[in-house]
């Protein structure tokens, strides 16, 4: 994902990608780690702020929770949604925030993106300190995700595999070895290992190939893009109900853990 998006992406991200799959994910994570009232909690590349929100509504007015991200334009809508919270600029790899600030430290589709991911696992146990939790969700393996993978094939087949590299940077720390090593290697002790099926839902599959082709943009020309949209029709059928909604599955990892002592 590109740091700076404009102020439309920005709002499109809110708009949609959010109700079609990251506030339900954001439910499962605030439950899972059983957020309460007058809890710290820190949202790590918080977004248009999904988690801090849901969160929020449990820590209660005595809670603290604060959003963190690179991407102005996120925040720009994170702040208009709920003014109340804080919400600050800065790079997971070297949070702006000092030792075992908070109670809980959350972050959500943001770890596949981040420059240096050991840094940034090594931040967050840092801020959440020993008697903190680090809750880090992020989507599992695109071959365990139905609806993904049948994308992916269909790209494949009329774009090339270089195509299909871009489509899977969401799915890049889903192997669940690979990510419970990266975990205990930043000296964080995991404690819940929850691998679940969520499912993207949208009103139709012209609308889930808009959202799901955007890292596609620049690189696809037309007929190309058009053959996409027509072989994806019927390889997404299975995944689309009588109205012409799509509910396309997708593997998520949901990892809480505890920082070690030094
Ligand atoms: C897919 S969005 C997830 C946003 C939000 N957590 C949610 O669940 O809707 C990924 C976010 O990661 C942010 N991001 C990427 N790299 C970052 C970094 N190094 N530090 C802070 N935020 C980062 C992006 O700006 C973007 O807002």
New binding site residues.
């Given amino acids: 994902?590109r740091?700076q998006?404009s102020a439309e992406a920005a709002e499109f991200?809110e708009s949609t990608?959010?109700p079609a799959l990251?506030a339900a994910?954001?439910r499962r994570l605030v439950d899972t780690v059983a957020v309460t009232p007058g809890q710290a909690v820190l949202?790590?590349?918080?977004?248009?702020?999904?988690?801090a929100r849901t969160a929020a509504d449990l820590a209660g007015a005595a809670g603290e929770v604060v959003g963190?991200?690179?991407?102005t334009s996120?925040l720009a809508v994170a702040r208009r949604i709920r003014p109340d919270l804080r919400w600050q600029h800065?790079?997971?790899?070297a949070l702006p925030f000092g030792d075992a600030s908070f109670d809980l430290v959350l972050?959500?589709?943001?770890l596949m993106?981040?420059?240096d991911r050991m840094a940034?696992l090594r931040e967050m146990a840092r801020v959440a300190g020993v008697r903190g939790r680090v809750a880090v969700q992020v989507p599992g393996r695109l071959a365990a995700s139905p609806g993904y993978r049948a994308l992916a094939d269909v790209v494949a087949r009329h774009a090339g595999r270089e195509a299909v590299d871009l489509l899977g940077a969401y799915f890049a720390v889903g192997e669940p070895d690979e990510l419970h090593h990266l975990v205990d290697a930043a000296g964080l002790r995991v404690e819940v290992f929850d691998t679940w099926l969520g499912a993207t839902r949208l009103d139709s599959v012209d609308t889930f190939l808009a959202v799901e082709l955007l890292p596609l943009a620049d690189r696809l020309d037309r007929d190309v893009r058009d053959r996409i949209v027509e072989d994806c029709r019927t390889a997404l059928a299975p995944f689309v109900d009588a109205a012409g909604a799509i509910a396309a599955p997708i593997e998520v990892h949901l990892v809480v853990a505890r920082p070690e002592p030094e």
């Fill in positions: 994902m740091y998006l991200y990608f959010v990251f994910w954001a949202d790590v590349a918080c977004g248009t702020g999904v988690v963190v991200d690179l991407n996120m800065g790079d997971a790899c972050s959500q589709a943001g993106f981040f420059g940034a």
